[in-house]
């Protein structure tokens, strides 16, 4: 209820990195983002060095992924250059909404 009234918007969706909350959660319906890639950066990263490590980490992808990024600048530097490559690569690429899960 905090998070709907916070984000002003209603969601079923969370990330949980608790699995023991994570698996309270999904009883109570729930969707847990199961992370499988952290692109967060790290302290003094740029853009260019978080886009090669995402990527380095998908090279050993064979199917689906779900990556983590926060909202900083850096991220976005990071997604720009990681879209356009995953899009020249073939990668379908789909945003976490609950129709998905």
Known sequence: ELLAHVARTG?????????TVAQTLAG??????????????GEGQTG???YYRIM?????????T???LDDSDVSA??????????????????LAVESEF
């Open 66 to 68: 779900w990556i983590t």
């Open 56 to 64: 380095d980490r998908l090279e050993d992808r064979e199917s689906q």
């Open 48 to 50: 260019g060095s978080l």
């Open 11 to 19: 969601t079923r969706i969370v990330l949980a990195e608790d699995p």
């Open 77 to 94: 530097a990071a997604l720009d250059r990681l879209l356009a490559a995953l899009k020249t690569d073939g990668y379908s690429v789909r």
């Open 28 to 41: 109570e319906g729930w969707l847990c983002w199961e992370e499988d890639i952290d692109g967060v950066p």
